[in-house]
């Protein structure tokens, strides 16, 4: 008989972001007059910047004519964009070659799809809070998960000490949703851990883009010993919009073998059973993010939303509640007031403003009591939001 795959049932109820638009939904049905402010889930709010488009329109248009039309894709990616994300590395001060480099359709599908490198008896260490995916994607692949406690003392970046043992390890920095970012000293704490014990850290860079300090890395490769313990995956989905286009990369380098096996090598045959490559259009699309005109626009739409940050963190310094992130970070990660749980604070805001954040509990055990604000919505919204939640904390 047909064995389904039970480990769906260790999945927690219902997830996350479901939740929150469930609850949302209803609040709304019951007072169908009141402006709910959506300060939750993090998609952004700016469309394409201008190169994108142009780029978009081209290569449809290319698709017309037997001369420029384009079928099928190379699985890993398609030579001009895989040349293109090299130079953004190059500019970052990162080693790192074309052939290292698989265009996917978001970093979603690869943090999943990227487990099959690696055995099922394997040990993962998710840091938490954390992405959710890390640890959902692992319970499904039946692999024992061991969690590293992120918290206020470590300041939400806990390092390797010797009680540390893992096989793979997840390191998302800055950080989704503490907004914490590690330095390029204590990332590299953490490579040479890895490379000690021979386990892979899976560094997921979605908001690099946001880094504004100088020492803290935008990618894993600008730091020493990295090519042989990591692999990044990064999209353009929080740093071009691309949250409904959907366009990823990940890098797999050369140097990375563990028991005698190539990973780059692995991943590119696993690209060519499980993808068919993404669409040339979107490609184009992606191209055109890396050109300076691109980079120029998309830059302009990341100030909006650092500005959105600033909004919620100013209203935070002017209550005294703790946080941290916004700075390097499109998120921001407060203490809930009064010792109320995360769940709480949302009930709180939603009935008394009408702002809805994420509850921290939703990203693992050690985010009970925290909140999770994204400056991803409009500026209008935002400091609306920003001066609701300031006058509601201030009459605490
Ligand atoms: N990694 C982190 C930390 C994220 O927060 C997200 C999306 O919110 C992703 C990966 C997924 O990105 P994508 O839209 O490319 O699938």
Same mark, same amino acid.
């Given at each position: ?8 049932? *260790? ?64 699985? @890993? ?6 040349? @293109?994300? @090299? ?13 290292? %480099? ?17 055995? *099922? ?64 000293? *204590? ?9 000690? %014990? ?10 690099? %883009? ?22 990044? %995956? ?24 563990? +028991? ?22 979107? *490609? ?41 992130? +916004? ?29 809805? +954040? ?39």
């Amino acid at each position: 008989m047909l064995k389904p795959n039970i480990r769906y049932s *260790q999945l927690k109820d219902s997830y996350l972001f479901n939740t929150i638009y469930r609850k949302t939904n209803e609040y709304l049905a019951a007072n169908p007059d009141k402006k709910v402010l959506r300060m939750g889930v993090g998609d952004v709010s700016l469309p394409l910047c201008d190169a994108v488009i142009q780029a978009l329109h081209n290569a449809v248009d290319d698709q017309a004519h037997p001369a420029s039309f384009h079928g099928y894709m190379p699985e @890993a990616g398609a030579p001009f964009l895989r040349a @293109a994300i @090299a130079g953004y590395y190059r500019s970052m001060g990162a080693k790192v070659s074309e052939n290292e %480099i698989f265009v996917s359709s978001g970093a979603c599908d690869d943090l999943g799809d990227i487990l099959e490198l690696f055995d *099922q008896d394997n040990t993962v260490m998710v840091i938490e809070p954390a992405y959710p995916e890390y640890v959902d994607t692992n319970i499904l692949a039946g692999r024992n998960i061991v969690h590293l406690n992120a918290n206020e003392e470590n300041g939400f970046l806990p390092m390797p000490d010797n009680n540390t043992a893992a096989d793979i390890i997840y390191i998302c920095s800055p950080n989704n949703p503490t907004g914490a970012a590690y330095n390029k000293h *204590q990332l590299q704490e953490w490579i040479d851990f890895a490379n000690e %014990i021979g386990a892979v850290i899976l560094f997921d860079a979605a908001y690099e %883009i946001f880094i504004e300090d100088a020492s803290l890395p935008h990618s894993i490769f600008e730091l020493d010993g990295a090519n042989r313990c990591a692999i990044e %995956i990064c999209s353009l989905s929080k740093t071009a919009g691309f949250t409904g286009t959907r366009l990823g990369y990940t890098v797999v380098p050369h140097d990375l073998v563990r +028991g005698g096996m190539n990973l780059n090598e692995m991943w590119s045959r696993n690209r060519e059973t499980r993808t068919n490559g993404i669409s040339y259009i979107l *490609q184009k699309g992606a191209a055109a993010v890396f050109t300076a005109e691109g980079q120029n626009q998309i830059r302009k739409n990341i100030r909006v939303y650092k500005e959105n940050a600033a909004a919620f963190t100013k209203a935070l310094d002017k209550v005294g509640v703790w946080y941290c992130g +916004g700075t390097n970070s499109p998120y921001i990660w407060m203490k809930c007031p009064d010792g109320m749980s995360g769940w709480e604070f949302f009930d709180y805001l939603i009935n008394e403003i009408q702002v809805v +954040g994420i509850p921290g509990d939703g990203f693992g055990e050690c985010g009970k009591g925290y909140f999770r604000f994204s400056a991803f919505g409009s500026p209008e919204d935002t400091k609306e939001a920003a001066d609701r939640l300031c006058k509601l904390l201030e009459k605490e």
